[in-house]
């Protein structure tokens, strides 16, 4: 079979080689409906090039490293990246490329096209799997649209794919990906036709914009949308944006333009460009003999079908809710940069504004009736916050995943996180938090009597200098060992921080980290890896990358403190409840507050669940875990387990932190760690953020580590490969 296909070639090779897409388009162009000149490359090309590159094998490893229903989102997605980062770096075959850059050369010459997937089993009549693989607008040249061709079947293992893995069948023995080869409309106006609108059973809908469909399809520009009556196409009603851009094509990928004065004030279609595009959606529903999902374009006047795809009753069958919301966790350049906008400059100062009013009010003059009052207020305002932290701070950590994705895309890195690289020293919070219990640390270094009266359980002065710094590290960053959204009130107050800096100070300062990567020499070779016309995005994107690092730590710190806050008045209700002095009146009023009742228990510790058998076995027999390799760097010493906020006070120098997962107001105590182990997955989790900015040995992902390790454990931790070995023999 011939590498690349022609569009009349498509019919006779199937749809098991050409995929759905490329079907439905072979099919609309032999009803004489006008779609772009279009090629494909079938499911056989994958075949031969995963089979001769090893590459299957691999994967094969990646998928299977730990179980996909474990996994959280973020693991998901650094799994995605790996495989995705092997197909850019393994060739194709020598024989296929050669043969594959002759046709595409042939047909497609320095004409622009788009390069999209069309997987066997997508856009079927049983369910529509839109989104979950990638297309590519606007690709010129034959080295850059075989590029594309490798990032198309990545897709087949996107981390949405993943996701659904169960529903598209997905499968490395047999799972394939064909890619169609379109080209370019210069697009005057595109949209999206709904032959079946959701809401309505006799209602069709068109969705319009200015320019090509992309920007429609990523949510960066608001349609004008047309409701019609499916059988007779007459108009119900027309909803009207406020339209100001459109995407064009630039010289590589699209740009936002702004529209001329009379297009914004004008909808994009007129009557009779309304009524071919519905004439023409039913005529599809007729082929088809279903109502379709229809992406169109209009240059000069002549309509041009894109792709259709059948309308699915619900798409997926949505069992669980948190996929759903993870596919909202993808945002486009552009919405991410509005999103940046409202967090820096608006989210942000509000938060530390509430937190600084919430510190500054006296509650111990509060009468009960105002405390309990104070309490549920506050009860409210963290409640407020934590929806804004899912729903804003949450979502823009996809800026490291965009700006990791564009980077390995331009740069092909042997290390898929060698973009990491570029991400760190931003100026996170929780680093200018330990920076000061470094100070406070080496004030206790530089003088013995202070030493002694702290060993002592004496405090100096409040006029003391070190007495001044400890005062307003406090005020700052409250007390250490609480966890953020961990509804555990610990209070360990003063007395812990000293705990603590003593043995900071008991430690030998450590130089800066030193990992041998030159990251100005990373930058340029980033930066030049673009045309000259696309560096200022590629310096765009890494700048919004080192925004979403920085603010990924930084928000938790932030609304720790408004959680603090919370415990603090909380804390003042229990305390005047078992205050012998307190009256029995104020006591039913107090207990009002849902907070203060008797019976609440804390919610920090999970339920003890034992590891499965299976897992027992493999860890005796081969003393090793596996997670995934998330800081560079081999390291060893005594395991401590972390399973509640008072344990992170008997942490002791030069050992390894082991826990569920480390939180950001939990990294003051990676310092003194030799390297850190968490049952959580994923690069951008903190404990992994904090690792990397100290350069110490992390593993993330390490199933079973908190039930198979125990405190005092020898181990040794290889954040290379992802693997945890036990030294100590009596398991």
């Given at each position: 079979?011939?590498?690349?296909?022609n569009i009349?070639?498509?019919l006779?090779?199937?749809?098991d080689?050409?995929?759905?897409?490329?079907y439905?388009?072979a099919?609309?162009h032999?009803h004489g409906?006008?779609?772009?000149k279009?090629?494909?490359?079938?499911c056989?090309i994958?075949?031969d090039?995963?089979?001769?590159?090893?590459l299957k094998?691999?994967?094969?490893?990646?998928?299977?490293r730990k179980?996909?229903?474990q996994?959280r989102?973020?693991?998901i997605?650094d799994t995605?990246?790996?495989?995705?980062?092997?197909f850019?770096i393994?060739p194709?075959?020598e024989?296929?490329e050669?043969?594959l850059a002759g046709?595409?050369?042939?047909y497609c010459g320095?004409?622009p096209?788009?390069?999209?997937?069309?997987?066997?089993?997508?856009?079927?009549?049983?369910?529509?799997?839109?989104?979950?693989?990638d297309?590519?607008?606007?690709?010129?040249g034959?080295?850059?649209?075989?590029?594309?061709?490798?990032l198309?079947?990545?897709?087949l293992?996107?981390d949405?794919?993943l996701?659904?893995?169960?529903?598209l069948g997905l499968d490395?023995?047999?799972?394939?990906?064909?890619?169609v080869?379109?080209?370019?409309?210069?697009?005057?106006?595109s949209?999206?036709f709904?032959?079946l609108?959701?809401?309505?059973?006799?209602?069709?809908?068109?969705?319009?914009?200015?320019?090509?469909n992309?920007a429609?399809?990523?949510?960066?520009?608001e349609?004008d949308?047309?409701i019609?009556s499916?059988?007779?196409g007459k108009l119900i009603r027309?909803?009207?944006?406020?339209?100001k851009?459109?995407?064009?094509?630039?010289?590589t990928?699209?740009?936002?333009q702004d529209l001329?004065?009379?297009?914004?004030?004008t909808?994009?279609l007129?009557h009779?460009?309304?009524?071919?595009?519905w004439?023409?959606?039913?005529r599809?529903e007729q082929?088809?003999?279903k109502?379709?999902?229809?992406?169109?374009?209009?240059t000069?006047?002549e309509?041009?079908?894109l792709q259709?795809r059948p309308?699915?009753?619900t798409?997926?069958?949505?069992?669980?809710?948190?996929?759903?919301?993870?596919?909202?966790l993808h945002?486009s350049?552009?919405?991410?940069?509005?999103?940046?906008?409202?967090i820096e400059?608006?989210?942000?100062?509000?938060m530390?504004?509430?937190?600084?009013?919430?510190?500054?009010?006296?509650?111990?003059i509060?009468?009960?009736q105002?405390l309990?009052?104070?309490?549920e207020?506050?009860?409210?305002?963290?409640?407020?916050?934590?929806?804004?932290?899912w729903?804003?701070f949450?979502p823009?950590?996809h800026?490291?995943?965009?700006?990791?994705?564009?980077?390995?895309?331009?740069v092909a890195?042997e290390d898929p996180y060698?973009?990491?690289?570029?991400?760190?020293?931003?100026?996170?919070?929780?680093?200018?938090?330990?920076?000061?219990?470094e100070k406070?640390?080496?004030?206790i270094?530089?003088?013995?009597a202070l030493?002694?009266?702290?060993e002592?359980?004496?405090?100096?002065d409040?006029?003391?200098?070190f007495?001044?710094?400890?005062?307003?590290?406090?005020?700052?960053?409250?007390?250490?060992s609480?966890?953020?959204g961990s509804?555990?009130?610990?209070?360990y107050?003063k007395n812990a921080?000293?705990?603590?800096?003593?043995?900071f100070?008991?430690r030998?300062?450590?130089?800066?980290?030193?990992n041998g990567i030159?990251?100005?020499q990373l930058?340029?070779?980033?930066?030049?890896?673009?045309?000259?016309?696309r560096r200022?995005?590629?310096k765009?994107?890494?700048?919004l990358?080192?925004?979403?690092?920085?603010?990924r730590d930084?928000?938790?710190?932030?609304l720790?403190?408004?959680?603090?806050?919370l415990?603090e008045a909380?804390?003042e209700?229990?305390?005047?409840l078992?205050?012998?002095?307190?009256?029995?009146?104020?006591?039913k009023?107090?207990?009002?507050?849902p907070?203060?009742s008797?019976?609440?228990?804390?919610?920090?510790?999970?339920e003890?669940?034992s590891?499965?058998?299976?897992?027992i076995e493999?860890?005796?027999s081969?003393?090793?875990?596996v997670g995934h390799?998330a800081?560079?760097?081999?390291?060893?010493?005594?395991?401590?387990?972390i399973?509640?906020?008072?344990?992170?006070?008997?942490?002791k120098?030069?050992?390894?932190?082991v826990?569920q997962g480390?939180d950001?107001?939990?990294?003051?105590i990676?310092?003194?760690?030799?390297?850190?182990?968490?049952e959580?997955?994923?690069?951008l989790?903190?404990?992994?953020?904090?690792?990397?900015?100290?350069?110490?040995?992390?593993?993330?992902?390490?199933?079973?580590?908190?039930?198979l390790?125990?405190n005092g454990?020898?181990?040794?931790?290889?954040?290379?490969?992802?693997?945890?070995t036990?030294h100590t023999e009596?398991l």
């Open positions: 079979m011939k590498p690349l296909l009349d070639e498509c006779n090779a199937g749809k080689q050409v995929g759905g897409k490329t439905c388009i099919k609309i032999s409906i006008r779609v772009p279009s090629f494909c490359v079938p056989k994958y075949d090039y995963l089979d001769q590159s090893r094998e691999r994967i094969f490893f990646e998928i299977n179980p996909l229903e996994m989102w973020e693991e997605w995605s990246l790996r495989i995705r980062n092997y850019l393994t194709i075959p024989k296929i050669k043969e046709l595409i050369d042939k320095n004409t096209v788009a390069v999209r997937s069309s997987a066997p089993g997508e856009d079927s009549a049983s369910n529509s799997f839109a989104g979950l693989h297309s590519f607008l606007n690709v010129s034959t080295s850059e649209i075989i590029k594309h061709i490798k198309v079947w990545a897709s293992y996107s949405a794919a996701l659904y893995r169960k529903e490395i023995q047999t799972s394939r990906m064909a890619v080869i379109q080209e370019l409309v210069a697009s005057d106006k949209g999206i709904f032959g609108n959701p809401s309505g059973s006799n209602e069709s809908v068109i969705e319009s914009v200015y320019g090509l992309q429609l399809v990523d949510g960066d520009i349609p949308r047309w019609l499916r059988s007779t027309h909803t009207d944006p406020v339209r851009r459109y995407a064009a094509p630039g010289k990928g699209i740009v936002f001329k004065d009379h297009e914004a004030k909808p994009p007129n009779d460009e309304i009524h071919q595009i004439k023409t959606g039913n599809l082929i088809f003999g109502p379709q999902d229809v992406e169109w374009t209009i000069n006047g309509l041009t079908i259709a309308i699915t009753s798409g997926f069958t949505e069992t669980d809710g948190k996929r759903s919301w993870y596919l909202t945002r350049y552009e919405n991410l940069k509005k999103l940046y906008d409202k400059h608006h989210l942000i100062p509000k530390i504004s509430e937190a600084d009013k919430l510190k500054q009010q006296d509650l111990e509060l009468s009960a105002s309990c009052s104070e309490i207020r506050r009860q409210k305002i963290y409640d407020h916050w934590v929806k804004i932290y729903a804003d949450i823009f950590a800026g490291i995943r965009l700006f990791g994705q564009v980077y390995n895309d331009a890195p060698e973009f990491m690289n570029l991400l760190e020293n931003t100026g996170l919070k929780s680093m200018e938090r330990n920076s000061l219990i406070l640390a080496q004030m270094r530089n003088d013995k030493k002694t009266e702290l002592n359980e004496r405090m100096p409040p006029s003391h200098p007495r001044v710094l400890l005062d307003s590290f406090v005020d700052q960053f409250g007390d250490l609480c966890t953020t509804g555990s009130e610990c209070d107050g921080v000293i705990h603590l800096l003593l043995e100070a008991g030998p300062i450590k130089a800066g980290k030193s030159d990251t100005a930058k340029d070779r980033y930066i030049k890896s673009f045309p000259v016309d200022d995005f590629a765009e994107v890494l700048s990358g080192r925004e979403s690092y920085r603010l930084d928000d938790n710190i932030h720790g403190r408004i959680e603090a806050a415990f909380v804390r209700g229990r305390r005047r078992i205050h012998p002095n307190t009256t029995k009146d104020d006591v009023i107090l207990l009002k507050a907070a203060l008797l019976e609440r228990k804390d919610q920090s510790r999970e003890k669940v590891p499965d058998k299976t897992a493999k860890w005796i081969s003393r090793q875990i390799p800081g560079p760097g081999i390291s060893s010493g005594l395991a401590r387990l399973q509640t906020p008072s344990d992170l006070l008997s942490f120098q030069g050992e390894v932190l826990c480390v950001p107001n939990m990294t003051f990676v310092p003194l760690a030799a390297a850190v182990v968490e959580r997955g994923g690069m989790i903190h404990g992994a953020i904090i690792a990397r900015e100290y350069g110490l040995p992390c593993i993330t992902g390490a199933s079973n580590a908190m039930k390790i125990e454990n020898q181990i040794t931790v290889d954040g290379y490969l992802g693997i945890i036990c009596d």
